[in-house]
């Protein structure tokens, strides 16, 4: 039988300002680790650590632009538009240029333990 997620579980997020992340699918709101679903409200200024994780993350841009720096290039991505990061790839977020609402897929699931942020 289909199994309904009731409501997403607030997530706390690193990097400053704080984001708000409401998992719907994933090791914390479904016990599910193949993979995880969350929607990110990212407040403008916000920026976290880069990061190296051991999961291909799928971003899809909802509301206003969110940076994606790689060690070649920063890229912009727009509401509207989608970016997939790879697992081993050094990756870091930021929203300078004001309140980004965008949906992350990562396969496998999001883990603290997986991510590998910087120091």
């Known amino acids: 039988m289909p199994r309904l997620i009731q409501a997403s579980a607030r997530i ?3 990097g400053e300002p704080p ?3 409401d998992e719907f699918i994933g090791r914390v709101n479904s016990g ?3 993979l995880s679903i969350a929607k990110m409200i990212s407040p403008q200024g916000w920026s976290e650590p880069g990061q190296t994780p051991e ?3 799928y971003t899809v841009v909802l509301r206003g632009a969110l940076h994606v720096e790689s060690r070649e290039a920063t890229q912009i991505v727009s509401a509207g538009q989608a ?3 790879s697992a081993g790839e050094w990756v ?3 929203t300078p240029d004001g ?3 965008y ?9 603290p333990d997986t991510v590998h942020r910087d120091e």
């Not at 949906?103 to 883990?111: H, Q, T």
């Open 55 to 57: 999961f291909d993350e």
């Open 83 to 85: 970016i997939i990061t």
């Open 99 to 101: 309140e980004t609402e």
């Open 19 to 21: 984001k708000v992340i």
């Open 103 to 111: 949906l992350a897929v990562c396969l496998p699931a999001f883990s």
């Open 92 to 94: 870091r977020y930021s």
């Open 12 to 14: 706390e997020a690193a």
């Open 32 to 34: 599910t680790e193949a």
